[in-house]
């Protein structure tokens, strides 16, 4: 067993009994459903909608070669610069590189998971850069130095309480209730960083081939200020972002929106193609765009998960999974939680070490069934069971079942076997829920069935 | 080999292998689509909107009341005057662009004016108590308004000031997403300015228990002046 695989079942364990974070999770959830299923309903066939984003993203995963290179070309030949890290410390020393050259101190972030992968924030504050995230939820996280709780709704286990306490403590404000005055604490800080940032740096939701622009989803308007204000803007994404075209986002934007928040259209979304031109009046002065592999080439040779590349990060997988309602955002210990990122962290971050993720699941498809670009999750979760067992078998499982074939295949000692069960199954009670219990992963919670006084085959062969 | 080319070089050995089709889950039967585009059947899956200038007003009305926008249909210029007298009686200080349509409402203002064109001073930007701008479309089917920096004064100017009021004409309104693009790409291919964006009702954050804030960071209002 893992190190991961343990901290995964303590926190599993811990948070699922933790009444308050699952009733916050709770409440949460049931707005985005409510507000979800009205906007899913008002598109005329969403079915069709999935479908053709499903081939888009398709399309653009399996040509990724000839996308990619368009993209790069096109938002190269309007002005920006384009950098290629195969891993998270060539991302890092890439950005690094620019914020040195540009003699940057202060750096201000909008939201990027791409970020959070490589660990952006603890090398660059390691290095001595000021850096500050931006959006509400990733801020707070930030000061209370975690990692967000959910890719979308990063601060989705706190209560309005704990923030304001986090508040005081951090930036001296005085405690409120009110969550609209809290919102305003964190405005009135950034406002500040917006103007005397040197360096901006902001993800990417899509990279459109045609025309060489980015795109980016949000509400709150702090990517826009993000990308507008300082005069270095740096924008850090996937190399799976691609879109083939421009027109693709007329699909794209409102389903990322309804699947993402249950909103018709996200508050901004805005395309950046470039530095600020001749002619403009602001924007700046240079555009850096990184690409990132960071293994997801490897996934990419899994044909049979490739789909999973076509991702757009709306969060509905995590929202209507049981599981991660449960156990929450942070036992996972991933970048991307819920059926996603079980998905695809063993494909990122070795299977052996990850593969428990896959275990959690009750397989019951509400994931594939809610991803708005048709990502098979659930059985990309059962793939890569079968996968980890068939690269390292577990030995105690492998004599299980050739004990079990062993028996099966001999009818007699089947009948002798279930008589033997029947005659001491009553001793079970002396035993049950103790540790040397062979049922005891069931029993310390649950009941056992009682057997049948007779088997079936007792009861057929008396009835004739 | 360059970083790139190493890149590419696994790319192209990943996809080697065939993938399966999309979206096919357990042999379940696929809706009917598409020839070599979908493009042109988009407008037919998205939510509806309605084929006169009556009905695609209406939606954007009841858009802009779901987003807590502040929508004025207006009938002549007088009516455009007198909203700007009556939202002025605040305001120290306004930004705006060149632009006829601001340039109309503006003549009026008797109050110091920050022009964003040719540059200026973000700082002094962030002490205007609005940003009015003009706009390269409305969408009805989303309460949406379309700008870009060449439209809109650039890409502070509708997202600094805590008040940004869009003034637009009744024929900027189309009815959906997939016009948009067509639009921006009719008036721009394939030189489009470094900043588009989709403006959705005032900035708003839902990260604090889901419950919803206007003027995380942007605008705290958004209104829209359409005659």
Redesign the interface.
Known sequence: MSVASDQFKGDATRVSKDEMQRA?IH??LK??EAARSIRQA???????????A?????DA?????DY??EF?DKIEA??AKVH???NSQ?AREIILGIIREKKARSIIKSKVMTGEEIHLNECLEKEGFDVVE????EY?VQLREEAPYHFV????H???GE?SELFTKELGTAPTEN??E???I??RV??EKY?SADVGISGGNFAVAE?G?ISITE????A??T???PKVHISLMG?EKVLP???????F??MLATAG?G???????????????GD????PEE?HVV?L?NRR??L??D??Q??SL?CIRCGACLNVCPIYRNVGGHTYGTTYQGPIGSVITPHLRGLQDWKHLSNASSLCGAC?QTCPV?I?LH?HLLQNRRNASEEKPVWWEKMAFKGFEFVMNRPFLYRIGSKIARLVFPLHELVKASPIDPAREWTKTRELPPLAGQSFREYWSKRS | M???E???G??????R???????A?HGES?????EAS??P??P?????VGDSEAERLELFKK?SIELKADFRLLDSEEEVHAQIAELSADWKRVAT?RNPLTDLVCDRIDLPILC?????D??EM?ECDVGISACDALIA????VLVT??SA????LS??PPHHIVVARRDQLLS???S???L??ERY??D????????????????????L?L?????KVLTILCW
């Open positions: 916050l409440r949460g707005k985005y008002a598109f005329q066939d969403w079915e069709a909608a999935r479908q053709t499903a081939e888009i993203k398709w995963v399996n040509h990724l070669d990619l290179a790069a309007n002005g290629w890290a195969s060539q931006s959006d509400l939820g707070i709704f990063p601060a989705m706190l209560a309005r923030i969550v609209e809290l919102t305003m964190a405005r950034m406002r103007l025309t622009m509400n709150e308007g702090n826009r200020l990308c507008a204000l190399i075209k421009m027109r693709d986002l007329a699909l934007l409102p928040a909103q018709a259209l996200t508050g901004y979304n805005s395309f950046y193609g470039g530095p600020k031109s403009e009046c602001d924007g555009f690409l592999d080439t490897e990419l040779a044909s049979e490739r789909d076509g594939t048709k098979n059985e | 360059s970083e790139r190493q890149i590419f696994r790319i192209r050995e990943a996809l292998n065939p993938a399966p089709v999309p979206g889950h696929l809706p009917p689509v598409t979908a493009a059947h988009i037919e899956w998205l939510p509806l858009n662009h964003t064109d040719g540059g200026y973000a700082a962030e089917q989303t309460g949406s920096s060449t004064g650039g890409r502070s997202v600094l959906d997403l997939p948009a693009f067509a921006l790409e291919a394939p489009y300015p470094s900043f588009i964006s989709f403006i959705t009702g005032p900035s708003r954050t839902g990260d604090i228990e889901r419950i804030v003027g995380a960071h942007g605008p």
